[in-house]
């Protein structure tokens, strides 16, 4: 079975700053995929970014990107120019056929 | 129309009630999951429909009963539910149930058991 670990329960950014959640992950499947989801107090789950395991570059998404490791099995999100509304929970989750299986999460509380 | 609609978005019951969860989507997805969220916790998964057939059920109580009546319903159906059900479930879809298809979520139905 896959086990997904984020070791920062929470994590605090200023307005404007960058943030790095980590995520790492442990399987022993070749064909999978990476995600990171943001869960804001509306609870709707939002897909944040994406990264298949085959590739070796790095996703980005506008003001997000990863640091994706596949040898350290480590996938990071780092978010520039921090805004309000980027705060939330965050899960990173591992993505294999018919499973979707999320870390803890990290709180993301984004400071005047 | 990208959304996963679930339906009531809150519920109350008592133990000896009977209730359904719905979800609906109308992307042409062909993967449907229900996960269950309590507080400050991840989601863990419960079900899965694959092809309107269930692929995983991860050892849930039969106090939970899933239903897919066609590809774009699925049911959650309740009863006899205990007060540590109480918790967020959330319904999700992918177009299928390969690893690289995005899950879509919805808003999820807040349970309390009483």
């Known amino acids: 079975a896959q086990t997904v670990t984020q070791s920062q329960p929470e994590m605090s950014v200023q307005e404007a700053e960058t943030v790095t959640l980590s995520c790492t992950y442990d399987?022993?499947?070749?064909?999978?995929?990476l995600f990171w989801y943001k869960q804001p107090p509306s609870r709707q789950m939002i897909l944040v970014i994406r990264q298949e395991a085959y590739k070796q570059q790095n996703a980005t998404e506008n003001r997000f990107s990863v640091n994706f490791q596949k040898a350290a099995k480590s996938f990071s999100l780092k978010i520039s120019d921090s805004q309000l509304g980027d705060a939330a929970m965050y899960f990173c989750?591992?993505?294999?056929?018919?499973?979707?299986?999320f870390g803890t999460g990290t709180r993301l509380q984004v400071t005047l | 129309d990208t959304e996963v609609t679930q339906t009531p978005k809150h519920l109350v019951m008592g133990m000896t009630n009977k209730k359904s969860l719905k979800c609906e989507q109308h992307?042409?997805?062909?993967?449907m999951y229900w996960y269950k969220q309590k507080a400050k916790k991840p989601p863990e998964l419960m079900f899965v429909?694959?092809?309107?057939?269930?692929?995983i059920n991860e050892s849930v109580p039969s106090r939970f009963s899933p239903e897919c009546p066609n590809s774009s319903l699925l049911n959650l159906h309740l009863h006899a539910l205990q007060p540590e059900d109480s918790a967020l479930y959330l319904c999700a879809s992918s177009p299928g149930p390969r690893a690289g298809t995005e899950a879509f979520f919805g808003q999820g139905t807040r349970l309390t058991v009483v």
């Open positions: 992307m042409g997805h062909r993967a």
């Open positions: 429909y694959s092809y309107e057939k269930l692929s």
């Open positions: 399987t022993s499947e070749s064909d999978y995929y």
């Open positions: 989750a591992y993505r294999s056929p018919l499973r979707l299986t």
